[in-house]
């Protein structure tokens, strides 16, 4: 019996958003994302680090891959490419990517979709969900350190919890940096946009969110600046060894929360510290909202490394809009025998007699 694996292509990732409403989207998206975090179990959903290849032959990159076993259920396996000369030389999104979804049952490849805007989706969703438990409820000044591609969803993602009157940005590229006010046009937001420096962000901003490029031994992007008091910073640009953002003395001023321990230890901002500096993960901040509530008015730190957790929540989402409204292509991509013990049955000749 054959069985159709569901294809979602990038124009049929983006049928589902203009059809269910980008706004309404990112909105399931974070309350999904909420209630998976809350919802998870160790003991019942494996999520091992990540792993991958990277290499510096031409250009620096990785190769990646994320798994997550959903006992009983799915596997959802990520596949991502991070370069960060793709913008600047082939006019390519530095993360391309592919999320996959398995049958436990059989292995049968339920799902096959593009990963690109999921995984920019996902991220924003994560750094919402860690804000909410971290920032303070009336934050309305948004600083942006970074203005490429994570910085729209970031923003995107950040207003549909808070009220951002004001967005202050900074990016080392200026044409970056001023094209953001036309990249972000279409979420309608009566906001205003003014370019900054890291220290004036710093400064002002109740919310920080850091998504860049920087080098591995190159950070972090300032020392011995002063912050204010309750600010809240999504750290999103560390995801590799010897890769940080943040300086050393901010993060143990700070309560520092990653969205997956293990690995932030290895690539995120954790990196830097000892078990013993290293606040709540995310699961055990959303488990335990009241234990840590005194957060909102400290320095704090979401590490957000990437969790294969996020991956599957927003394929999952996206498959069932999928379904709902008859998007995507179903395609028999198994070669799956009549005869399940002949591989070579469709060579088979019918004798008439």
Known sequence: MKK????LSASDVNLIVETYGFNKLMDTLIRRTTESIKAYDAEKTEIPIRSGFNYDINDPG??????????????????????????????????LSSISSYCTTTGHL??????????????????????KFLAKEQS??????????????????LSRVFNIKK????DVDTATMTSFSNRVEMLDLNIEIIFSSIENILNTSDIVCTETSIDVGTGPLFNNLETNEHIHINAIGSDFPGKVELPLDFLKQSLVCPDFLEQAKIEG?????????????????????????????????????????????VMDL????????GIGQKISIENISEDAKNPYHFMLKSVSI
């Open 167 to 170: 967005v202050l940005l900074f």
């Open 110 to 131: 339920k799902g096959l979709v593009d990963g690109v805007l999921l995984t920019a989706l996902r991220t924003g969703a994560a750094s919402a969900v860690a804000s």
């Open 62 to 95: 990785l190769v990646e891959w994320m798994p997550v076993h959903k006992l009983g259920e799915e596997v959802v396996i990520k596949v991502v490419g991070y370069h960060p000369r793709n913008p600047e030389k082939l006019d390519l999104p530095t993360i």
């Open 4 to 7: 159709n694996t569901l294809i």
């Open 269 to 313: 901002e954790c990196q830097q510290l000892t078990d013993a500096e290293i606040g709540p993960d995310l699961s055990n901040l959303v488990k335990h909202k009241e234990t840590y509530a005194y957060a909102k008015n400290k320095r704090t730190v979401f590490d957000s490394t990437g969790w294969a957790l996020e991956d599957q929540v």
């Open 318 to 325: 996206f498959l069932d809009l999928a379904k709902e409204y």
């Open 140 to 157: 309305s000044i948004l600083g942006l350190i970074g203005c490429g591609a994570q910085s729209v969803t970031q923003l995107h993602a």
